[in-house]
């Protein structure tokens, strides 16, 4: 059950209205990265989990705040609309020509939402629920969510670099505020998941199933050998099962692939060695 108050988070009022930059806040909105990922992607993470009842709790208070978020900003793009021009509002509605021209602002805005935010990026493609990571396995979650925060902060770093309103940047400084303490409350989860299971998803797949001549070999698949210089190349593995081992030139440990002709009612392109269909003669 959810419940909503009526108050914002925090404040969401820019200091005058830009339908331009209304448009770029809609990235942080309904984009990859954006506030309806979030929130999804906590949700779904905290509604399917299973037994763990201190990581679903914590999914569903930082999935929540994150509707809080998308409130926030939808209030803030709506505000941003206040005053566009109605002239140039109702000739776009009839023409596509002008509305392109309507000095970057989204057309949209004015068309469909009637001066709102809406579920799309700042280009105008809708949000997808492909975007969104649950796969029930919380090191792999929550690894997804470390790096929908980071694109996230980042995106908002951005957009503050992109206006001057001190009301605008007010709540993006919250924002991206609120996306170091969740940077860092994954960082403290994994930690202590991967104390327990390993760092290798999953923990409960047996190393004995792995061919595990190939499990600590970095393998130089592209020109130049400038990769030999880190980390990964040599030296003990994070998991402190193995031993890094750069691999300069790697050797194919398989024949090339020789596929069976398609049958013919396929109606595929004929093998070389074969002069014409059998029921064309």
Known sequence: MFFHRKELQYHASPQSPDPVYAKKLQEILGGQFGEISVAMQYLFQGWNTRGNEKYKDM???IGTEELAHIEMITTMIARLLDKAPVKDQEEAAQN???AAALGGMNPQHAIVSGLGAMPVNST????NAGYIVASG?????FRANLNAESQ??????????MTDDPGVREMLSFLAARDTMHQNQWIAALKELEEKEGIVVPGTFGS???????SYSFMNCSQGTESKAGSWASGPSIDGKGTFEYVENPEPHAEAPILEPAPLYMHSTLPDDMKKMPFNE
């Not at 105008?124 to 949000?127: I, N, R």
């Not at 902060?153 to 503050?160: E, I, N, P, S, T």
């Not at 004995?208 to 190939?214: C, H, Q, S, V």
């Open 137 to 141: 396995n919380l090191i792999a979650d």
């Open 124 to 127: 105008g493609v809708p949000w």
């Open 96 to 98: 596509p020509i002008i």
């Open 152 to 161: 996230g902060r980042l995106q908002v770093a951005r957009l503050y670099e």
């Open 208 to 214: 004995d199933r792995e061919a595990k001549e190939f």
């Open 59 to 61: 999914l569903m208070d």
